[in-house]
């Protein structure tokens, strides 16, 4: 149980872009604060504290809070927090949030995750999060790990490339629903994407996410407020976070092992028996296709090494049984610091049944996905009504 | 909030040092780890979840908490950065604990200064548009602030040095700190200028160290320890970015977040009903300024309060503060342990006599932008 | 740094020279003289539950236990390819400042007797001639100065050896 139910009563993201060479960096964020505060109609002075988050490195600011927390975000002569967690960033914030305002301590919280990944170098930045001796001489990045963990996958359970580029045929045209995201292609074709060069076997370009720009800032509210902003609120019912060993090939990496342990304990917290029949729509963190077939398994949508199948059934299409990324997903838009920030937003508009063309028919509980760091997970779980 | 509500029950920290060249960060946070997981009779499953502080530009990491999560034992659990002072991270621990979401978290905080250069690492906080290219940094930021306030008030480089003097005398009874030698008001005055006013002995070291702790809710408090230590009060402040949109001369955001603080643990009168301060001293005049802002004497006569009582075994940062150690992500956190300890009645010769309620003060940015103050209370 | 104005938009180049002295620990520093003077590999294995790291490491994540130099023990220069990859895109190298050459192969591998994965280059560029399972061989440099690259600069695929002979 929690001492305060909390729920998110406002969204805001900006339109996410390559670059974004026409503001700078507090300008980006406020357009996401402004779309927030609006949405939730509150003031700036309504606001109790400021949890904002980027990767430090990305952008060469460090202590980047003291600056956009202020000039970006209603900070001035408030708390200002930083929670950064690579990856996982967005959904660190958004925990972070939860428990500011289901503790007690504060009643409204702006939470907010943003990324100009182009005014720094991003695949520079995420080398330097691994080990100077052992693993930065020859890790390439992200995609290098995740490359690997797709090689594997696919030896392990016969997963075929067609089956990995149905994963972004799905969510690129699923993106073009989506207004905020950033590659919308409602005629992408898996020709399209088995066309592409392979960039680091068996991974092709269009089997990657982009670098995106951008931000995405969350209002939340305890039950006492939430009364006064609205009456179509996303309520959390359960927060899980797993994490691992320092070293990610420490374990075997065809599988996500902290994804398993924190839905297993998600679930449990609120009352989910069977995914795909209890959870309406899932909003998951999906680095590369590959990915998305692998986490549907190991949250527990299917059973290991189904889930090209679990893609091909179509359950996971926006017409089945559990639809996965409305939003287009990671390989539809990724601004680090603010992507997993963005699976929580998604998962709450299709709550609230604001999704327009995007909107999940009668969505009363939603899943949203965090990855990052040597393999972690986080979990949310959101619901129409508050959890009793 | 409500008030005792959520315990400390255990704090361990290493000896501060200039170079702790043969651990690595992992190994560095593992000794204080351990060493509480030993104090307390505790193994890894008896803790609910853990929450780190670090900083990536300090490490030389993105994600710097990746690099100890064996040495914090978060395999299969929830661990989650506070990229910010550790003291932020104490009050991220206990929201975790008010949420009813775990019985006990551990908080760890680590720093190594002496893996890259402090100055550079400190203007990278400045905006790369109008102050990064000055080459500001925590020095010449702290030397304009600390010129300012003397202008304004009338302090002189002396007072200013008895805190300095007063800090590193406290230090010699404390096994942990950096700097150990006692230093004259004479040795501070002719210390060499770093950035006038302030000389080399008005500004802290750069230290090597790691500080852990396990918080508790209240059920389980009594199982770890008879002398829990309850938080009473919070409080969080931060003040404009730009040091040109800054009141440089009254620390705005530290009075903002120590009234609220104050509020929450019902004190009146802050000097008289608070046993013990632990404040982030970041340099000499700052700690005379902290006094006027944290209510201890009227704006503008920090320098009368350090004169009226120099001689007086001041309850005020008995740990020697920041500074006499200072690895700059883990002060915050420090702060809050050695308030605890002292609480805990466990401070050795360090111990100010029947403490019960004591404050401590965490500090984000630059020349306090960000603050924290938190109140304990031993029963 | 730089200034820039194209058209309406400004911008400011920066680059800063950030040098950093990381402390590698004792367990290392044994790794790298063992490597130089003797051609040894180097694990650590826990005293409590027995598991064999490699990279060697100072704490067993599992049991919370210090590993010291008395629990480094040998490993052989070979093990069995896990995964691997031919890394085929441009990125800045953060050690060097510059672009790393590619493409270059890079693969997972268990060490024989190690119980974690690691990672190295491997001097295979065609994934089709890479297979898991296949066995791999470090390629020790003629001259070792105790640096992980410049003295095991690849692992090489064993053509002629499987798994089990």
């Keep these: 149980m929690t001492k305060h139910q909390t729920a998110i009563v406002g969204i805001g993201q900006t339109k996410f872009r390559s670059k974004r060479r ?40 460090n202590f980047s809070e003291m600056w956009t927390g202020i000039d970006a975000a209603p900070g001035y002569l408030k708390p200002v ?11 660190s914030l958004a925990i972070c949030g939860y428990h500011n305002v289901a503790s007690g301590i504060y009643d409204k919280v702006l939470v907010i995750g943003w990324e100009k990944l182009n005014e720094g170098g991003a695949t520079t930045g995420i080398i330097t999060a691994f080990d100077p001796v052992w693993e930065r001489p020859s890790l390439a990045g992200a995609l290098g790990p995740l490359a690997l963990m797709a090689g594997m996958y696919s ?11 149905k994963v972004t045929v799905k969510n690129r045209s699923n993106a073009a629903n989506n207004p905020f995201a950033h590659l919308q292609m409602p005629d992408i074709t898996i020709d399209y994407v088995m066309s592409s060069q392979v960039i680091s076997y068996p991974l092709r370009l269009h089997d990657c996410c982009p670098q ?10 305890n039950e006492t407020e939430v009364k006064k902003i609205t009456d179509n609120p996303a309520w959390f019912h359960a927060v899980e976070t797993a994490h691992y060993y320092t070293f990610g090939t420490d374990d075997k990496m065809y599988d996500l092992p902290t994804a398993t342990i924190a839905s297993k304990k998600a679930y449990k917290k609120a009352g989910i028996k069977d995914p795909i029949n209890d959870l309406d729509v899932a909003e998951i963190y999906e680095p590369t296709s590959w990915s998305e077939l692998s986490w549907t398994e190991a949250l527990g949508f299917c059973k290991p090494g189904e889930g090209g199948k679990l893609l091909d059934e179509g359950i996971t299409q926006m017409s089945g049984e559990l639809p996965v990324n409305p939003s287009g997903g990671v390989l539809s838009t990724n601004p680090i610091g603010a992507t997993a920030m963005v699976r929580v937003a998604e998962a709450a508009t299709q709550i609230m049944d604001r999704g327009e063309k995007r909107q999940v028919p009668d969505v009363e509980r939603a899943l949203a996905m965090g990855f990052g760091g040597s393999l972690w997970t986080e979990l949310m779980i959101l619901g129409k009504e508050p959890m009793r | 909030m409500d008030k005792d509500k959520v315990a400390i029950v255990g704090c361990a920290q290493t000896k501060y040092e200039e170079d702790k060249i043969d651990l690595t960060v992992s190994e560095l946070v593992f000794e204080v780890v351990h060493q509480l997981h030993e104090d307390l009779g505790i193994t890894n499953d008896d803790v609910g979840c853990v929450i780190t502080s ?71 906080i400045f905006d790369p548009f109008y102050q990064r290219h000055l080459g500001l940094d925590q020095v010449s930021s702290a030397g304009l602030m600390a010129n300012m306030y003397m202008q304004k008030y009338g302090i002189s480089e002396e007072q200013a040095a008895k805190i300095a003097v007063k800090n590193r005398k406290y230090a010699r009874d ?91 643990a019902n004190i009146q009168n802050p000097l008289k009903e608070i046993d013990i301060f632990e404040v982030y001293d970041a340099f000499s005049f700052h700690e005379l300024m902290i006094y006027e802002s944290l209510g201890l004497c009227k704006k503008g006569e920090g320098g009368k309060f350090i004169d009226d009582h120099f001689e007086s075994n001041l309850p005020i940062n008995k740990s020697g503060g920041v500074l006499s150690s200072n690895p700059t992500m883990a002060n915050g956190l420090i702060r809050v342990a050695e308030v605890a300890t002292q609480l805990m009645g466990k401070a050795g010769k360090r111990q100010v006599n029947n403490a019960k309620i004591g404050l401590a003060h965490g500090m984000n940015g630059i020349c306090s932008q960000g603050n924290c103050v938190l109140i304990f209370g031993g029963e | 740094m730089s200034r820039k104005k194209k058209g309406d938009i400004f911008e400011i180049k920066w680059k800063t020279n950030l040098p950093y002295r990381w402390s590698i620990g004792k367990l290392a520093v044994k790794f790298f003289e063992e490597l130089k003077e003797n051609k040894k590999i180097l694990g650590s294995k826990c005293p409590k539950c027995k598991k064999v790291h490699f990279p060697p490491r100072a704490v067993c994540a599992e049991c919370l236990v210090k590993m010291t130099l008395d629990d480094m023990v040998e490993l052989p220069p070979r093990g069995t390819l896990e995964g691997f990859t031919v890394v ?24 024989d007797g190690a119980d974690t994965y690691t990672m190295h280059f491997v001097n295979e560029t065609d994934a ?21 690259v410049a003295d095991i600069p690849y692992f090489r695929i064993v053509e002629d050896e499987k798994e089990g002979d």
């Excluded at chain 1, 026409?22 to 003031?43: F, G, K, S, T, W």
């Excluded at chain 2, 550790?86 to 680590?110: C, K, N, P, Q, W």
Aim: aromatic share 10%.
């Design chain 3, 88 to 111: 085929n895109y441009p990125f800045t190298d953060p050690s060097t400042g510059g672009i790393r050459p590619f493409p270059y192969g890079y693969a997972i591998f268990k060490l």
């Design chain 1, 22 to 61: 026409d503001v700078n960096i507090p300008e980006m964020i406020y357009e996401a604060v402004r779309m927030a505060l609006d949405d939730a109609q509150l003031e700036p002075k309504d606001i109790d504290a400021i949890l904002i988050g980027n990767m430090d490195h990305f952008e060469g600011i």
């Design chain 2, 174 to 264: 404390n096994p942990y700190a950096h700097l150990q030698k006692e230093i004259s008001i004479e040795d501070v005055l002719n210390s060499k200028m770093m950035a006038y006013p302030l000389k080399e002995l008005d500004l802290p070291p750069f230290s090597d160290g790691a500080v852990a702790m396990l918080l508790t809710n209240e059920a389980k408090a009594k199982e770890f320890t008879d002398t829990p230590v309850w938080l009473k009060g919070y409080g969080s402040c931060t003040d404009a970015y730009y040091l040109g949109h800054r009141n440089m001369t009254d620390l705005v955001g530290l009075e903002l977040a120590a009234k609220e603080a104050y509020k929450m």
């Design chain 2, 54 to 124: 670090s900083n990536d530009f300090n490490d030389g990491r993105t994600i710097a908490n990746m690099a100890i999560q064996d040495a914090v034992g978060s395999v299969r659990k929830s661990e989650s950065r506070v990229s910010g002072d550790g003291a932020f991270a104490y009050v991220y621990g206990a929201m975790r604990i008010l949420s009813e979401s775990y019985d006990t978290v551990l908080v760890v905080s680590h720093c190594k200064c002496s893996e890259v250069n402090q100055y550079l690492v400190n203007n990278s």
């Design chain 1, 81 to 91: 927090v930083k929670v950064a967690t690579g990856g996982t960033t967005g959904s």
């Design chain 1, 212 to 221: 995106s720009e951008g931000a995405c800032a969350l209002i939340y509210a």
């Design chain 1, 155 to 165: 030896a392990k359970y016969g997963i075929t490339p067609e089956q990995a580029a």
């Design chain 3, 128 to 148: 089709s001639k890479m297979k898991i399972g296949q066995r791999v061989e470090a390629v020790f440099n003629d001259e070792l100065v105790g640096d992980l």
